[in-house]
């Protein structure tokens, strides 16, 4: 047996003889062999334990099934997996500001006005909506001093005497999936919590400057009484248990000192740092970059130890696993720079291209949206005047002298014009109170202004009870009652006369460009022939107030202004607006052209002879403007997925592309100047925001005039974008294009989601979209865009494809696209790929699933599923079947409008389908989704539909777009990536 070696450390003394200490160490010898004996007693196994050890012992007489040992070893695997418990990962990746000093306010202990410590901590000394760290960035502070961020890894913080003072320590945490953790915060000062600008967590309490240490007993210690041993004792055994008790007594001493030093350095411990605070908060982190931002106050009567230190909990590895801390925050595509950014609107050019005035718009996190207008030089952008504290502004117009621009507000649900001196600035209210304000210009001489105003009609006391008489299909509109009608006002506000009356109303006034004259437009329902309205044009002499009807009976009708002399119409609408004469000559016989392709007209008004500018043009005319300058006609259209702007020559005929800006894919409001050469327009592109840009006609040179999100967009990572086409089974090419995630590795298979055209418009290349691709690559998947067919813009006899189509052969063009994608894609996961579409996308999503097993997961937002029941019951649907299902109505074609309905097929659904609608959408009501919301349960298929209160068609309400664009990508994440979490903390986990 091995001695212990505490007990024989040291020299030994020599051997001496005493008979009392013998007794005493044979004593604890005898103590010791009892211990050893009863040990030796406990551990004998007991009679069960035996039987239970010869059980194991014998060999297994029934072996498992091969199935059921794989089984019992996954579930065994799975729990060990669990059991495993997550380590915590300490926050270094600080970034410090401060620390700074913050005395209370003046005459703050006067009696009934008392101002405490703790509002120093929950008063917002800074705006937490606008903070954004960075390492160097620096903020004014008291005194004209400022404060500057800087890297930081937790810890102590220097505190500079004993007056109160602050600091704010922030992070950024990116989560790559929905998680939920737990961010643990020890500190002796008070701390406030703030995750993306919101706070969600505070300590109220600090450690006091002063903490008593715990008592601890203390007493002399015991001196052992002195032994001796008897000298004439010469026996060998006494002189070791002498030499052992005399060790035993040397060591019992040493351990006393230990105990009283180490009692006395825990008390010095103590009184120097006591212990520190914990603050536990939950974060509750969707996919993306969060902001985490700790306001800490040191004040008098707290400890004088000041420091944080952070770490990040959860019962769950993969939850830790998702967080990855950054003091250098990678921006990517997000909801808040979607809705929260800056957002061009309209653009005027001043007559002699000097000056432009544009409308700016902002929606703030609080729901609020702020419009404003900004005056720029053409020669350098440089921003000469803005209006943005008047604010909401709109519809800003030049006078032709350019001495003036006006513009429109709303006040209470009342407009009102006013008019801005360029060179002043003075800015003139010209009438306010204006029911039903939408619109203005002026004439050509500037002396008159001429817009647009709403009457309302006063009901009968039967609609007041509640009782209402349809006057026809379009009286289902609530504002169909209301009259538009003309009137004048004069430069200077003064004179106000009506211009028009009547049943019907009045609207879009187009000036004479050197005539006091102006032409409008009365449009008028007509339910004898699709699409059941007509319009007809008016001439008004200003000088006599008389009119005279110059076009009747249009149909398939969007505009109509002057040519330059006045002697000729321009017109856009429709291939059926006069006839046959713009059907393109490469339509198949007794194909029924889709009038939402855009077309141009030139009318002349002595021949009265319609000419089509541009049936052999394939792109689809959105706008057109004749410039006075080149005598030109410049035209917006719709080129496939992208808007260019086109030069057209009425002489000639001939239609030639300008080059516009690079890499821009969306062009509009192309403005001109009456004595300039110079225009402007909007341009943006899928990788770019909207912006203003300049183009000289004549040199054809160009520049970026504005951008109003330069700097963010440089910091925005995006992923990369490529074109790819499928080829259809008849040779037909299908455009489409790749999103691809930021950081994308081709050796990884990635989910897909599938997004086609809702309704006859493609979905063009713009950086915005109700359905952001950047987001939803960012978010982990890779995203594929197709264009099938029936939408305009590639000609009129790929966009005839539309009419009388409803799900004969888009979703077939779908399904094999698709699979042509996913064979050429190996990083794609076969088994992985979502669809989604809207409106009719929707009703597509619907008839989709009913048709493939391929998608493990759709989406139908707004969704038709009953095409008879929408073509009645939407406010649309009948106008929109008149283009859809031309000449067919369920009384002629029944057996066509049920077999095309997705409801009557819906036993065919395997697919996870995700119905969403807004509960107020006019277009497509939401009985839509209910009907096969109903069929899918009573089916008992994986089914979910989310209603989003008091919505129409389109979700526009900033936080509930926000909460639809989440549930979109949690229900992609509960089957797409097998991760529900996002899921069932939106919506719950029970499926009712």
């Not at 830790?320 to 720079?337: C, E, K």
């Not at 879009?508 to 004898?528: A, G, M, N, V």
């Not at 890499?663 to 909207?690: E, K, Q, V």
Request: hydrophobic share 35%.
């Amino acid at each position: 047996m091995k001695h212990p070696p505490c007990l024989f450390s040291g020299d030994l003394p020599k051997p001496q003889h005493g008979a009392a200490r013998v007794g005493s160490l044979l004593a604890l010898c005898g103590m010791f062999l009892l211990g050893s004996f009863a040990h030796a007693a406990t551990s004998r196994p007991t009679k069960k334990q035996a039987s239970k050890v010869a059980k194991q012992a014998k060999p297994a007489t029934k072996k498992l099934s091969a199935k059921k040992a794989a089984k019992k070893a996954a579930k065994k695997s799975t729990k060990k997996k669990a059991a495993k418990p997550s380590k915590p990962r300490p926050l270094h990746a600080w970034l410090l500001l401060g620390p700074a000093p913050l005395p209370l306010p003046m005459f703050a202990n006067e009696k009934g006005g008392q101002y405490k410590e703790m509002q120093l901590l929950s008063e917002e000394h800074l705006d937490q909506a606008r903070l954004h760290p960075k390492t160097g960035k620096s903020i004014a502070w008291l005194g004209g001093k400022s404060l500057r961020w800087k890297a930081w890894a937790g810890g102590r913080i220097a505190r500079k005497g004993k007056a109160a003072q602050v600091a704010w320590a922030a992070t950024w945490l990116r989560a790559t999936r929905y998680t939920e953790v737990t961010l643990s915060l020890r500190s002796h000062q008070r701390l406030r919590v703030f995750l993306d600008g919101h706070p969600v967590g505070l300590k109220a309490a600090c450690t006091p400057h002063k903490q008593a240490p715990a008592p601890m007993a203390q007493g002399k210690a015991k001196q052992p009484a002195p032994t001796s041993m008897p000298a004439q004792s010469k026996d060998p055994r006494d002189q070791l248990l002498f030499r052992m008790a005399q060790v035993l007594e040397r060591q019992s001493l040493l351990i006393e000192r230990q105990s009283k030093l180490l009692g006395q350095m825990l008390q010095r411990a103590q009184r120097k740092a006591p212990k520190a605070g914990t603050l536990r908060v939950s974060l509750k982190l969707t996919p993306g970059l969060h902001r985490i931002v700790v306001k800490t106050l040191a004040t008098k009567g707290c400890t004088r130890a000041w420091g944080l230190r952070g770490k990040l909990e959860a019962p769950k590895r993969a939850a830790l696993a998702a967080v990855h801390p950054q003091r250098a925050p990678t921006y990517q595509h997000s909801m808040d720079f979607l809705l929260y950014r800056k957002y061009l609107g309209g653009s005027s050019l001043s007559p002699n291209g000097k000056l432009v005035v544009l409308s700016m718009s902002k929606l703030h996190p609080n729901g609020h949206s702020e419009h404003w207008s900004e005056l720029r030089s053409t020669k350098d952008g440089k921003l000469l005047h803005s209006l943005r504290a008047v604010g909401a502004l709109r519809d800003l117009r030049w006078s032709p002298n350019g001495r003036y621009y006006s513009f429109i507000t709303y006040i209470k649900g009342k407009g009102a014009i006013w008019r801005v001196h360029r060179k002043s600035g003075k800015v003139r209210l010209l009438r306010e109170g204006l029911q039903g304000l939408w619109g203005h210009a002026w004439s050509h001489n500037s002396r008159t202004i001429i817009y647009n105003a709403v009457q309302r009609p006063n009901p009968t006391s039967t609609e007041k009870a509640g009782l209402q008489r349809l006057r026809g299909m379009f009286d289902r509109w609530p504002t169909h009652r209301f009259k538009t009608h003309l009137y004048a006002l004069s430069a200077d506000g003064k004179m106000h006369i009506q211009l028009t009356a009547g049943y019907w109303g009045s609207s879009r006034p187009e000036l004479h460009p050197t005539e006091p004259k102006l032409l409008f437009q009365r449009t008028l329902p007509d339910d004898k022939t699709r699409p059941f309205r007509r319009t007809d044009i008016y001439e008004l002499d200003l000088r006599t107030l008389q009119s005279t009807r110059v076009l009747s009976g249009l149909r398939s009708f969007n505009s109509v202004s002057y040519a330059l002399n006045g002697k000729a119409l321009l017109l856009r609408g429709g291939p059926s607006l006069f006839g046959i004469t713009g059907y393109d000559p490469k339509l198949p016989p007794r194909t029924v052209p889709n009038d939402y392709e855009g077309e141009l007209y030139l009318y002349d008004r002595q021949s009265k002879q319609t000419t089509c500018l541009t049936k052999t043009f394939d792109p689809s005319v959105s706008s057109a403007f004749w410039h006075p300058r080149t005598g030109k006609i410049y035209v917006n259209a719709l080129h496939r997925t992208q808007y260019f702007l086109y030069e057209l020559d009425p002489q000639s005929g001939v239609i030639q592309k300008l080059p516009t800006a690079p890499g821009l894919d969306i062009i509009g409001g192309a403005r001109g100047g009456r004595h300039t050469d110079l225009i402007t327009y909007a341009g943006s592109g899928m990788r770019n925001t909207r912006s203003l840009y300049t183009f000289n006609l004549v040199t054809k040179q160009g520049s970026l005039l504005y951008d109003p999100n330069l700097k963010p967009m440089q910091k925005l990572q995006l992923g990369a974008i490529s074109d790819w086409s499928a080829t259809m089974k008849d040779g037909e090419q299908l455009d489409g294009r790749i999103y691809y995630p930021p950081g994308f590795d081709a050796r990884r298979r990635y989910p897909l989601i599938v997004y086609y055209y809702g309704g006859t418009f493609p979905v063009t290349r713009g950086f915005d979209g109700r359905y952001p691709f950047h987001l939803w690559a960012a978010h982990g998947y890779v995203v594929y865009v197709l264009q099938p067919s029936g939408a305009v813009g590639f000609g009129q006899r790929f966009a005839a494809r539309h009419v009388n189509e409803w799900g004969t052969r888009v979703p077939h063009e779908i399904i094999h696209a698709t699979k042509q994608f996913l064979h050429a894609h190996p990083f794609v996961h076969p088994k992985r790929v979502g669809c989604i579409g809207a409106s009719y996308g929707g009703f597509t999503t619907m008839s989709l699933v009913t048709k493939t097993k391929l998608f493990a997961a759709a989406i139908s937002h707004a969704g038709i599923s009953n095409i008879p029941s929408y073509w009645g019951g939407g406010y649309w649907g009948y106008l929109y079947s008149a283009i859809s299902a031309a000449n067919r109505y369920p009384w002629s074609h029944p057996q066509y409008f049920l077999r095309q309905s997705p409801l009557f097929s819906a036993n065919k659904i395997k697919t996870p389908l995700l119905l969403l609608h807004g509960s107020k959408d006019t277009n497509v009501p939401a009985i839509e989704s209910y009907q096969m919301y109903a069929a899918l349960r009573l089916l008992k298929r994986p089914v979910e539909m989310v209603v989003v209160k008091g919505e129409d068609h389109w979700i526009l309400q900033p936080k509930k777009r926000i909460l639809w664009s989440q549930t979109i990508l949690a229900w992609f994440d509960r089957h797409l990536k097998k991760q529900s979490l996002w899921w069932e903390r939106l919506h719950g986990k029970r499926p009712y």
